[in-house]
């Protein structure tokens, strides 16, 4: 099974940028998919970006479309969510997930593996 650990989240200031980082360990990743979502207080796990290990193909929510980049570092086992021109309604907590049927889905249930989590608070 794939262990994933989330790391990069703070407080930032509206306007600025964060990187978020998805470490994965525990098996090859060649021909998974990664996607991030995020989950506000009080609201549902929403769908964020997605890529598949290689990185030659991505998806994102029309939300983040221009601010958000998602990558991935196949050397280092780790995705990444370049965070840019944040705005206060991207407060939430982010996580990282894993399909091994490499489907860049937007649901959640399509994912195998999730990491715990991390914070990310703009503030305005």
């Known amino acids: 099974q794939v262990q994933l650990v989330e790391s990069g989240g703070g407080l930032v200031q509206a306007g600025g940028s964060l990187r978020l980082s998805c470490a994965a360990s525990g098996r090859a990743f060649s021909s998974y998919a990664m996607g991030w979502f995020r989950q506000a207080p009080g609201k549902e796990r929403e769908f964020v970006a997605a890529i598949n290990w290689s990185g030659k193909s991505t998806d994102y929510a029309d939300s983040v479309k221009g601010r958000f980049t998602i990558s991935s570092d196949n050397a280092k086992n780790t995705v990444y969510l370049q965070m840019n021109s944040l705005k206060s309604e991207d407060t939430a907590v982010y996580y990282c997930?894993?399909?091994?049927?490499?489907?860049?889905?937007?649901?959640?249930?399509?994912?195998?593996?999730w990491g715990q989590g991390t914070q990310v608070t703009v503030s305005s």
């Open positions: 997930a894993a399909d091994k049927l490499a489907r860049r889905s937007t649901r959640t249930y399509m994912y195998d593996s």
